[in-house]
């Protein structure tokens, strides 16, 4: 997807939130904890993962933001990406990578925990959305394990495929199950 603007990140992740939730919904408790065989998570720690990489992204983006706040730079909502930042994406979709020890879910969490918390996370995203758009936030990143380092509206944009990324491996958990 082509993102021209925060509008466009928003949008795009709040129709992949949209999909999580309607794959969510139609599990089972039982679904929620079985593990067939192949998938190192249950679909209910894929979720508390999900939970964790989001309180991540916000802390970060709160951080890049404080920091183009104090530069007093305007931006106008437009993203301009870095020219390796789609490279990257394309490298890593097609990868199979293993979560940093720092968002390994604990297994402790509830699916519905989870989903709270994912709410309350991208609640508070939300709710600095307006400072987003108003200040240039391409001066200040913060490094990603796999795709360098990313300005805020990138950590949005990854966070959203990640979400993505996710869902398409609770589908496969799904599938897997009913069989």
Excluded at 14 to 34: P, Q, Y
Excluded at 72 to 101: C, H, W, Y
Excluded at 114 to 134: G, M, P, T
Aim: hydrophobic share 35%; charged share 30%; with cysteine.
């Amino acid at each position: 997807m082509r993102y021209e603007n925060i509008a466009d990140i928003f949008s795009a992740n709040e129709k992949i939130r949209e999909r999580l939730m309607m794959v969510l919904d139609g599990t089972t408790d039982e679904e929620r904890t079985a593990r067939p065989a192949g998938e190192k998570w249950n679909i209910q720690q894929v979720v508390e993962h999900l939970s964790i990489v989001e309180n991540g992204t916000m802390r970060i983006c709160q951080k890049l933001l404080t920091g183009a706040k104090a530069d007093g730079k305007q931006g106008d909502g437009s993203v301009s990406l870095n020219p390796t930042f789609g490279e990257r994406s394309t490298q890593i979709a097609g990868m199979r990578v293993e979560a940093p020890d720092r968002v390994q879910p604990s297994g402790d969490q509830t699916i519905d925990e989870s989903i709270e918390k994912l709410k309350e996370y991208r609640e508070a995203i939300v709710a600095f959305r307006d400072d987003l758009e108003s200040y240039d936030l391409s001066s200040h990143r913060f490094p990603h394990p796999f795709m360098g380092d990313l300005t805020a509206a990138e950590w949005l944009i990854v966070v959203g495929g990640h979400e993505a990324r996710h869902t398409k491996q609770i589908e496969r958990i799904l599938s897997a199950l009913r069989q």
